[in-house]
């Protein structure tokens, strides 16, 4: 049971606009940065927003972040095929001390 | 380039142990904590644990403390996790991972090992 909750899955047709949602607390994302990762299946995690809102280099501007209060948001525009995986939120409880991840979500692009 | 390399898959028997690495490339291995990730088949990442280098300070997930043992060799610019005694429930791909992580409270991964996956057999 992760302590960040995020939809178990998402869809959207290709082309449109999906967000993800990320719940947490006040000792994790309502302390700390969110960062959010994206998982295509059998390889490692790929860093797409650090920082609440900000893209590494060579990360495409259809993907961004926003957080608010204990709570995160990913959003992904202009859905492509190659979009389709799982996508994990990520931050840093101040209380337990330890990094921790959302329970990831299937995005499915129709 | 910052690189994260580990070691090879692990086949074992439960009540075996077992020491996984991650050799860090292109960086001052040191200067960054560097921390394990767990990942179960069909299942979401956990974290295990990170540890800093240059003075070994760790900091373990409640979930992780005292079933394994996270360790790191500055001289050679390796990170190790260990288990004393595996479980079928350590069936797993295990991660290594470098965070950039600051008091500021930014806490992310840019860069992760190809994984290790090690298979329990009871």
């Known amino acids: 049971q992760s302590v960040l909750t995020q939809p178990p899955s998402v869809s959207a047709a290709t082309g449109q606009k999906v967000t993800i949602s990320c719940s947490g607390s006040?000792?994790?994302?309502?302390?700390?940065?969110v960062a959010w990762y994206q998982q295509l299946p059998g390889i490692a995690p790929k860093l797409l927003i650090y920082?609440?809102?900000k893209r590494p280099s060579g990360i495409p501007d259809r993907f961004s972040g926003s957080k608010s209060g204990t709570s995160a948001t990913l959003g992904i525009t202009g859905l492509q095929t190659g979009d389709e995986a799982d996508y994990y939120c990520?931050?840093?409880?101040?209380?337990?001390?330890?990094?921790?991840f959302g329970g990831g979500t299937k995005l499915t692009v129709l | 380039e910052v690189q994260l390399a580990q070691s090879g898959a692990e086949v074992k028997k439960a009540g075996e142990s077992l020491k996984i690495s991650c050799k860090g490339s292109?960086?001052?291995?040191?200067?960054?904590?560097i921390g394990w990730v767990r990942q179960r088949p069909g299942e979401g990442l956990e974290w295990m644990g990170i540890?800093?280098?240059?003075?070994?300070?760790?900091r373990y997930s409640p979930s992780f403390q005292g079933q394994v043992t996270l360790s790191a060799d500055k001289s050679i610019s390796t990170a190790y996790l260990q288990w004393s005694s595996l479980k079928a429930s350590d069936t797993a791909m295990y991660y290594c991972?470098?965070?950039?992580?600051?008091?500021?409270?930014?806490?992310?991964?840019?860069?992760w090992g190809q994984g290790t996956l090690v298979t329990v057999s009871s």
């Open positions: 006040s000792s994790n994302i309502g302390k700390n940065y």
């Open positions: 990520g931050t840093w409880d101040s209380s337990l001390s330890t990094g921790m």
């Open positions: 920082d609440n809102d």
């Open positions: 991972a470098r965070p950039d992580y600051y008091d500021s409270g930014t806490f992310y991964v840019a860069y």
């Open positions: 540890i800093y280098p240059a003075d070994s300070d760790t």
């Open positions: 292109g960086y001052s291995f040191r200067s960054y904590w």
